[in-house]
């Protein structure tokens, strides 16, 4: 597993871990029952607070993304079948309200948003 922390990001650091945890197991990188750093050892290797970790570790287990043990290290959960279509947009509709909301706030039109998830959208088809 592979994570860096961006200073010049303005999410919080555990939201940057949360979403490269999901973002290396959305593309296969991380696969279901691969371990994960303790929090301590992850804390310790990016200098950040291992309070931090642990919230992210939280909520990854709450989202079912990781399973956490008490004495064991995280694991990558084995994840359900694919969402029926419905179910997939009811869950991604807070993200995209809080995407349009950082583009308006930024500035950007609605068609460089548009043009800028077609571009990712891309790249994951390529991976």
């Known amino acids: ?9 303005n999410r ?3 939201l940057q871990i949360i979403n490269q945890v999901k973002e290396q197991v959305g593309n296969g990188t ?11 050892e992850l804390a310790q ?3 950040i607070n291992l309070h931090t970790v642990r919230s992210a570790y939280l909520k990854l287990r709450d989202q079912g ?3 956490l043990r008490l004495g064991r290290k ?4 084995h994840l359900p079948a694919p969402l ?3 179910d997939a947009e009811t869950r991604l509709k807070q993200s995209i309200k809080e995407l349009v909301t950082e583009a308006q706030l930024t500035g950007l039109s609605r068609e460089r948003l548009h043009r800028l998830i077609d571009q990712q959208m891309d790249v994951k088809k390529e991976e």
């Open 30 to 40: 991380l696969k279901p029952g691969a371990e994960l750093p303790s929090v301590r």
């Open 45 to 47: 290797s990016l200098g």
């Open 65 to 67: 993304i990781i399973e």
């Open 74 to 77: 995280a694991r990558i959960a």
């Open 1 to 9: 597993m592979w994570l860096s922390i961006n200073e010049k990001d």
């Open 12 to 14: 919080p650091i555990y």
């Open 84 to 86: 029926n279509r419905r």
